[in-house]
């Protein structure tokens, strides 16, 4: 089989024409996402892990943070392979270990073991494939400014959606089968939809360019070889740029503020709504299941729905507004009484937080480009959410234990959401205005 690739002859899967077809791609997030989402759903294993083993509440939900903690750190460093050599490879990787992850988790009998199946081996399983299949896939394939927000978006949707999924159909195969049965069946699902997505990813050929007016188009000049490096424009930032860039340094303090103020309040939040009045709401556990479904729905909803506002309105723009919709929202919930009330709270919340996780690598890759966005979003995903979901809730629980009220950690999250939106109306370039570009010395150098 020849390696070269006629200029032509636009890549295809199962006969589609993947140039005419680039909304897969974005679709290709969203289901990856929404394997890696169904993490958020660890909760459904905790009493039958505890009835087995007889572990505490504490050492159960180690494996989790650990998890997530992992996912933070293989953002920043699965996004180098991502960038260097395509999404193909690092997303392989990645699918093979979330597999093994379901079916070593369903083997463990002790808590090391879960640490290091479900925290360990499924983190940077999630961490590879997300890198992969979401901000700098679709970037690439998606670089006129007014359909980029959306469709990172797209991507990015099943994350928040996860969760929504796996909870019920977790909770039925568990009361079905067991725990250890469902770990196996989920691994089988990873192995048929991861599978097929690696059959599929890739960046746009590099013999292809885009216009605006006629989208990607081959470029003249024949046949380039499969083997060539990944595309790069010359005045994207590289990571070593952007660390150089305030507004890199900027863009992940905001995020942190977002990540750590929203989990901060939304780790109460069952709590509050469960919790005897006049503490929290009072609601029975079905009910203040209802609550904790509204916010996650619209956490993924928040994401494409954000992307859109910022194709019309500019990602600052967006960010400004989804940080001060954030705050009210948190307000919203300092005065709940009722369920309605909580609910609405909530389902607001989840919009926001959703928004905020959409919105960071849009402007991201706005203010430094494409090329490298793998590694340089990576680390600010790690600043962001690493840092702010391991502190956020820890904090959150200090400051509920010290006052005896919910009220102190919402509020705090929503002062914190309204320093984030003066500060972003402040620092960040205005809409059109966010190319950040390398000095024409280093442009003329590549």
């Known amino acids: 089989m020849s390696n070269s690739q006629n200029f032509a002859s636009p890549p295809r899967w199962l006969g589609v024409d993947l140039v005419k077809n680039r909304w897969i791609f974005p679709f290709l997030g969203l289901f990856t996402t929404l394997m890696g989402g169904a993490a958020y759903a660890f909760s459904v294993f905790i009493l039958p892990l505890e009835a087995e083993f007889g572990w505490v509440r504490a050492d159960t939900v180690l494996a989790f943070s650990v998890c997530m903690f992992v996912f933070g750190i293989l953002m920043a460093v699965g996004g180098y392979f991502v960038d260097k050599y395509g999404p193909k490879k690092p997303f392989v990787l990645g699918a ?24 360990v081996v499924l983190g940077i399983g999630i961490g590879l494939t997300y890198t992969s299949a979401t901000i700098a896939l679709t970037s690439r394939w998606y670089p006129e400014r007014e359909k980029r927000s959306l469709m990172i978006g797209v991507a990015v949707v099943g994350f928040g959606l996860g969760a929504v999924v796996a909870a019920p159909l977790w909770a039925a195969g568990i009361a079905a089968y067991g725990w250890r049965t469902t770990y196996m069946l989920t691994g089988g699902v990873f192995a048929v939809v991861l599978g097929v997505i690696a059959t599929i990813i890739q960046f746009p050929p590099i013999n292809y360019q885009f216009s605006a007016d006629k989208g990607w188009q081959p470029l003249a000049g024949g046949a380039v070889t499969q083997k060539q490096a990944v595309a790069v424009n010359p005045e994207d930032l590289t990571l070593a740029d952007a660390v150089k860039n305030g507004l890199f340094w900027f863009t ?18 069952a709590a509050f709504a469960g919790a005897a009045p006049p503490v929290g709401i009072g609601l029975a556990p079905l009910i203040t299941a209802t609550v904790i479904q509204a916010k996650a729905v619209n956490n993924g909803l928040g994401r494409p729905v954000w992307g859109w506002v910022a194709g019309k309105i500019g990602p600052k723009n967006a960010l400004i507004t989804v940080a001060l919709f954030m705050a009210l ?3 919203v919930l300092s005065i709940s009484e009722s369920r309605a009330m909580v609910t609405l709270g909530a389902a607001l919340v989840g919009l926001s937080f959703g928004g905020a996780l959409a919105l960071n690598p849009v402007i991201a890759t706005f203010m430094f480009g494409p090329s490298y966005i793998a590694r340089i979003y990576g680390l600010i995903f790690f600043m962001g959410f690493g840092f702010g979901g391991f502190f956020g809730p820890r904090v959150g629980g200090l400051l509920f234990t010290a006052t005896g009220s919910y009220d102190a950690p919402f509020l705090l999250a929503a002062g914190l959401a309204i320093t984030s939106a003066v500060l972003s109306a402040l620092i960040f370039p205005a809409k059109g205005k966010e190319k950040q570009r390398r000095s024409q010395e280093l442009v003329k150098a590549a």
């Open 329 to 331: 929202s948190l307000y």
């Open 252 to 269: 992940g303090f905001s995020f942190f503020l977002t990540i750590f103020g929203g989990l901060m309040a939304v780790s109460q939040l």
């Open 96 to 119: 093979a270990l979330m597999i093994a992850s379901q079916v070593l988790s369903s083997q463990i009998t002790t808590l090391t073991g879960l640490v290091l199946t479900y925290g």
